[in-house]
């Protein structure tokens, strides 16, 4: 059974940049809301002992037609939101961590490079969606954007950090300017615990 993981700061935490009635929101409703629906899901294909969210959505295909769909909706907002959520804590945010760096320069050519990628990214979905930077099995870091609450790890890809643009991640405070709110998360971003998120992966 899932639970909803703790914020660890207050939801005022992430002002100026994101308000604490969104975060409030967000977490409590939205967050929470994909963490009931897939127990939901789960006790009634009898799979409540399933607790590795990161296999559930590497083998979809493995469960019934009928709830394919729903899986995909809840257990990618699930992870998707825990991720978002741990990458805005506040902390030293400018510490990038030395490997990920240079990463970082040899896949994009500098940090500046793979902000205005994950910007440009998020601002060509249409609608719902996510703009990710991930890890490749084959090709190393990239950005890409996934539709809805599509999880980078249906393609086996490893997920570093997602800039949410679903409406209820802004809305009440930059209305229908998404650019403005990505780059007031792009400011937000906790780049150390990106980092630490990188080193878990990159293994």
Not at 54 to 68: A, G, R, T, V
């Amino acid at each position: 059974m899932f639970k909803l993981p703790e914020l660890g700061y207050d939801y005022d935490a992430i002002e100026p940049y994101i308000d604490a009635k969104t975060m409030e929101i967000h977490h409590s409703k939205h967050h929470n809301g994909f963490v009931m629906n897939l127990n939901s899901i789960l006790e009634k294909m009898d799979k409540i002992h399933l607790t590795d969210v990161s296999n559930i959505l590497k083998n979809i295909h493995d469960f019934p037609e009928e709830f394919q769909t729903l899986i995909r909706n809840n257990a990618g907002g699930y992870s998707n939101h825990t991720l978002y959520f741990r990458t805005l804590r506040p902390g030293n945010k400018d510490n990038l961590f030395e490997k990920f760096k240079d990463d970082i320069n040899a896949a994009f050519g500098g940090l500046d490079v793979l902000k205005a990628n994950l910007k440009d990214t998020a601002m060509k979905i249409f609608g719902s969606g996510w703009a990710w930077l991930v890890l490749c099995p084959d090709s190393g870091l990239k950005v890409i954007s996934m539709p809805n609450q599509d999880s980078p790890l249906m393609k086996s890809y490893k997920p570093i950090l997602g800039i949410d643009v679903w409406e209820h991640a802004y809305y009440l405070k930059y209305q229908n300017r998404r650019i403005e709110y990505v780059d007031a998360f792009l400011k937000a971003l906790n780049w150390e615990e990106v980092s630490k998120i990188y080193n878990e992966v990159d293994n």
